[in-house]
């Protein structure tokens, strides 16, 4: 668990640092699926000053294992997703700005950006509201990223799930990329989103279902 820990202090700081996070608000842990434990970020400490000491071990069911802090307030959130997608070995739940007035808006991000295909899977749908700290809120995301790799949370957020920690994050990054070019391109003019047909084409290359 100690390289897990290590692993969430370095990504929080980068999210940090990319203001995927804002003050002490967002999140990110992984899992270590034969032991059922998570390393996830405590509540409530800045990033800055951020060890990885302060990196939280808890189960599944939110019982502390190992560190001198109370997890994040989002713990309900992250379990409920790890129980029920167990392809998914890390999350990261960002405040991004661009992609986080989407969420407010209750619009979602749809495929204007052909990366969005290899990195996210296609759009970025929305999760219904849910208060935050909620287990509802962990299964509203499930819904939503049913063939997906990434949503918004209404009123809240992003959540990006991946098989480590380095794709959940670089997915996060991808959807506030695709969100900030969304929204300029609406700015200068009636942005093209990508067909279906052509999404599908990726697919197939891809290898998965199509749509």
Request: charged residues 25%.
């Amino acid at each position: 668990m100690e390289k897990l820990k290590e692993h969430v202090l370095l990504k929080s700081k980068e999210a940090y640092a990319e203001k995927l996070f804002a003050g002490t608000s967002g999140n990110l842990s992984t899992i270590d699926r034969e032991k059922g434990l998570i390393a996830i970020t405590p509540t409530s400490i800045p990033y800055p000053i951020l060890t990885a000491d302060d990196i939280v071990v808890i189960d599944l069911d939110g019982n502390v294992k190992d560190g001198k802090h109370r997890p994040s307030s989002e713990w309900r959130m992250h379990t409920e997703i790890y129980k029920n997608k167990p392809e998914v070995k890390a999350i990261v739940h960002t405040h991004s700005p661009n992609a986080t007035a989407f969420a407010v808006a209750h619009e979602e991000i749809p495929v204007v950006l052909i990366e969005m295909m290899f990195f996210l899977l296609g759009n970025v749908p929305l999760a219904k509201y849910a208060a935050p700290g909620s287990e509802e809120l962990g299964r509203n995301s499930v819904k939503a990223m049913e063939k997906r790799a990434a949503c918004l949370l209404e009123n809240h957020g992003v959540v990006a799930v991946g098989q480590d920690l380095d794709e959940a994050y670089i997915r996060a990054v991808y959807v506030e990329d695709a969100a900030n070019i969304y929204i300029k391109s609406r700015i200068i003019g009636n942005p093209r989103i990508i067909s279906i047909e052509e999404q599908n084409k990726m697919r197939r290359k891809m290898g998965v279902p199509e749509e």
